[in-house]
């Protein structure tokens, strides 16, 4: 959904005013704001919740940039954090009839949208949200210092992230605009102009804040969860003071939390299948392959050494590694 500009709040309108703007990818325009780039909307959104969102101290916040792998993620921390409510009772569980966005829901673009101030009082603990938002732009209770909530940041290789994107972003586009092209989609990446780019930016603020404060930051890699999930699940669990039990793992508890929440399982529900945002975006374009290294069937030599140049320049220094 696209906001038309009288339909912004004031505050927002001006804002953007003073905002360096480009084309976005879908119809939208993009807007700098913190040095990152947003639509009009989720702007609205960001400064919603910067503004109202209070955070707890046993909130869990997840924070990806879009295609990391967000819906995996979702389902992952709800299914772990909410594991003893089902375990007598499996057939009941909530992600067999939600999609993991309904579960764990955006600050920015669900909770505090279209100038929104919902109540989160009354949500039980601890309460989880999702966000794109870059560590700079966070709501001030959320990286106050003494705040204790945790965040769990999810990362993947950024010629990965850049395919997934340049897919999603063509199913949301209006059929009479046409699909953008991978070169030109391509170059807006590289240059940081994507949503909530730049994606180097946006990686470095989470992998600074996990370095400074383990304990509040756990970071991790798509492909980490890909090549040892059982691991990083345990290590999920661990960060998130609920760590498995020796008769949970004997029991097979960890499995059955994968195999809920594999690609396979999820993308194949009803729910997943046929079900639809309320904007009306079906949930299926949240599922497209769930593999390490489709780039490689999308992406020219050139597109592939420009990036990588991008990837080693900014994140390499870092000990950042894709
Ligand atoms: P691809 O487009 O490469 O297939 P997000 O959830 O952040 O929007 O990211 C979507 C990407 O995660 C898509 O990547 C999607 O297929 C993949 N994905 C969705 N659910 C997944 C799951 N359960 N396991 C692994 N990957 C998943």
Known sequence: KYLQEDELTQECRELISSLPAETGWVVDHLYQYQ????????????????????????????????????TWLKAITFAIVNRLRYVDNPCNHPLLTNNPHELVPFIELKL??????????????????ATHLPFVSLPASVKDSSSACKLVYLCRNPKDIFVSLWHFTNKLRPEEKGTNSLEETFDKFCRGVSLYGPFWD???????????????????????????????????????GCPFSPAEEANGLVDDILKLCSFDNLSNLEVNRNGKMSSGEGYNAFFRR?????????????????????????????????
């Open 35 to 70: 040095g990152f780039w947003h639509t009009s909307r989720e702007l609205q959104g960001v400064l919603a919740c910067q503004k109202h969102f209070q955070a707890q101290d046993s909130d869990i916040l997840l924070v990806t940039t879009p295609k990391a792998g967000t």
């Open 202 to 240: 946006h990686i470095l603020g989470y992998w600074k804040a996990s370095m400074e404060k383990p304990d509040r930051v756990f970071f991790l890699k798509y492909e980490e969860l890909k090549e040892q999930p059982s691991l990083r699940l345990k290590m999920l669990a661990e960060f998130l």
């Open 290 to 322: 769930g593999v390490v290294g489709d780039w490689m069937n999308y992406l020219t030599p050139e597109m592939v050494g420009r990036l990588d140049q991008i990837i080693e320049q900014k994140l390499h220094g870092f000990g950042l590694k894709f």
């Open 112 to 129: 505090y949208v279209d100038n929104q101030v919902p109540d989160l009082t009354t949500l039980t603990s601890p309460r989880l949200f």
